[in-house]
T-cell receptor, first 113, second 113 residues
């Protein structure tokens, strides 16, 4: 069966520090991969999605970047965190073709202080 | 522009009764709809989906109804259980696939024993 791992579960970082969140998927090949953010009191906002290695689409202009160095690895990064980057970050995967549900990891709670 | 709207931020029902969660959408090109359930500090879990060629889909205690003319879908939970207490998100996408999944802001369901 497919599983998705996301870490760390919680993170407290000072403003201006770098960020690296990692996500890996097991049990499937060529998945679509996604990074979402849920800010307090708001819905799920798509940040990035990837249909293949080194193929990243950005949905909103922001202080973050994403990379996919391997088929089942997705990384969310920032060179300098802002207070507004605080939130709950979720990685997800789906099969490549057609309509299919997203399957989410357990998320990372990021607090920028 | 919020394409998927969940107008009720919260809903409270008694155990054993029916829970009805509502969702409205504005984009007539949406053709695949999903419901997710989310517990605090966890990622959303896929519950049930429906294609626009159907008006009803059932899975155990969960039924999703789609009214395309009204651009409205609803999730019925019968009977409601305390473990159903969570935030429920509806989501929709077009033929473009899961990378264009649009989420509502969620409705917090509380099932009282």
């Amino acid at each position: 069966s497919q599983t998705i791992h996301q870490w760390p579960a919680t993170l407290v970082q000072p403003v201006g520090s770098p960020l690296s969140l990692e996500c890996t998927v097991e049990g499937t090949s060529n998945p679509n991969l996604y990074w979402y953010r849920q800010a307090a009191g708001r819905g799920l906002q798509l940040l990035f999605y990837s249909i293949g290695i080194d193929q990243i689409s950005s949905e909103v202009p922001q202080n973050l970047s994403a990379s996919r160095p391997q088929d089942r690895q997705f990384i969310l990064s920032s060179k300098k965190l802002l207070l507004s980057d605080s939130g709950f970050y979720l990685c997800a995967w789906s099969v490549r073709l057609g309509h299919s549900p997203l399957h989410f990891g357990n998320g990372t709670r990021l607090t920028v202080t | 522009d919020q394409q998927v709207k969940q107008n009720s931020p919260s809903l409270s029902v008694q155990e054993g009764r029916i829970s009805i969660l509502n969702c409205d959408y504005t984009n007539s090109m949406f053709d695949y709809f999903l419901w997710y359930k989310k517990y605090p500090a966890e990622g959303p879990t896929f519950l049930i989906s429906i294609s626009s060629i159907k008006d009803k889909n059932e899975d155990g205690r969960f039924t999703v109804f789609l009214n395309k003319s009204a651009k409205h879908l609803s999730l019925h939970i019968v009977p409601s259980q305390p473990g159903d207490s969570a935030v429920y998100f509806c989501a929709a996408t077009t033929q473009g696939g899961s990378e264009k999944l649009v989420f509502g802001k969620g409705t917090k369901l509380t099932v009282n024993p």
